[in-house]
């Protein structure tokens, strides 16, 4: 059984995941981290790293990008493999996670679920052949009110996806409101709505003349992201040193 130090435990998904986590025999969690200490659950939970006694296989990490360095430092001095699922994170940080990997075996994914995973490489399958011929990209992504970082790093992943196919051919544009000039053909619009309840939508958009193709994800529940991100901590759990995404984890 795969021993889970809960990083942000007392959050919306480390909720989700604390619950899940019961009904799966592979895994138990040991131990949690989170600011808010009153919350209570059936594991023992601390305010900081620092003050964990039990012994983990894995970090699941759920908390917030402010909290990313210190967890990365944690992990890579006591030789923890880490699943850092906390979208946001600068340049810099993101720097630190591929340092960090040295040490110890980190997966990082920009979204946990199975099906998002696979949306990556259908839109990077259809970029090679709408954009050759003519095709305009834009990706429109919806989240919750409560959403702190925009647009999603699930839309940014699927940009990603969708330039690398291309040959890293186009640039990013999330604002048009200031521009007066026609679509530059070699761009991909990221467009970030936040509203509601809205767990996650994401639509990849090929426009071409007189046609339109449209891919589209939509969580209806964040059990999804805490399903994967259970898997993945299974994965992990015991591997060398290294970067690891989901796409190894489907691939298991």
């Not at 003050?51 to 001095?77: H, I, P, Q, R, W």
């Not at 994170?89 to 993101?94: P, T």
Request: proline share 2%; glycine share 10%; hydrophobic share 45%.
């Amino acid at each position: 059984m795969v021993k889970i130090l809960l990083h942000g435990c007392n959050g919306a998904m480390g909720q989700v995941i604390a619950g899940l986590a019961q009904k799966d025999p592979q895994v138990v969690i040991a131990a949690g981290v989170d600011l808010n200490t009153e919350q209570k659950q059936d594991f023992p939970v601390y305010a900081s790293l620092e003050e964990v006694k039990e012994d983990v296989d894995v970090v699941v990490d759920f908390a917030s990008a402010k909290a990313v360095d210190g967890l990365l430092d944690y992990c890579g001095k006591h030789r923890i493999p880490v699943v850092l699922c906390t979208t946001g994170l600068s340049e810099e940080q993101i720097g630190k996670v591929k340092e960090t990997s040295v040490m110890t075996a980190v997966l990082r994914s920009a979204n946990m679920s199975l099906g998002v995973n696979l949306l990556f490489k259908l839109v990077a399958e259809a970029a090679k052949t709408l954009s050759a011929a003519g095709f305009d990209m834009e990706i429109v992504e919806r989240h919750h009110n409560q959403k702190m970082d925009a647009p999603s790093g699930t839309a940014l992943a699927l940009a990603d996806a969708a330039n690398e196919a291309v040959g890293n051919t186009c640039h990013y544009v999330y604002d048009r409101s200031q521009r007066r000039e026609k679509r530059d053909p070699m761009e991909i619009g990221i467009s970030a709505v936040r509203g509601g309840s809205i767990v996650g939508e994401h639509d990849v958009i090929f426009a071409g003349t007189d046609e339109v193709i449209t891919i589209r994800h939509t969580a209806y529940s964040k059990a999804i992201f805490g399903k994967g991100a259970l898997s993945a901590a299974v994965y992990l759990a015991g591997r060398e040193p290294g970067m690891y995404t989901m796409a190894d984890v489907i691939g298991s």
